[in-house]
């Protein structure tokens, strides 16, 4: 596997936009990421519904759908705030460059 610069979504979006560039295929494709998906909705169907769950996941379950797993999960809690602006840009993972070191690695 190729050294990565780039981790989280900014890797994934570099990696795609290089293979595009290089005529190469990226380190995950379209199946793969299906396959990710498919899992990730299974274990919040599992977890929601108490049972198990056998892939792969039919194409029109309700939880594999655009806006079914929010939809049919349960509400603990009711939104009372949200967050307008970050004092710190780093608390988002948008990717890190893993050739900086952060403020706390540097001390």
Request: proline share 6%.
């Amino acid at each position: 596997m190729p050294a990565l610069t780039w981790t989280l979504h900014t890797g994934q979006i570099d990696d795609l936009l290089s293979a595009i560039e290089r005529n190469t295929s990226p380190l995950v494709d379209g199946l793969q990421g299906k396959r990710a998906l498919e899992v990730i909705t299974a274990i919040y169907k599992s977890a929601i519904t108490r049972r198990i769950v056998s892939l792969p996941i039919k194409h029109d379950d309700p939880f594999f759908r655009t806006g079914g797993l929010t939809a049919l999960a349960p509400r603990f809690y009711e939104k009372s705030a949200s967050v307008t602006r970050f004092r710190e840009v780093d608390v988002i993972p948008l990717g890190k460059n893993l050739d900086e070191r952060t403020h706390d690695e540097q001390k």
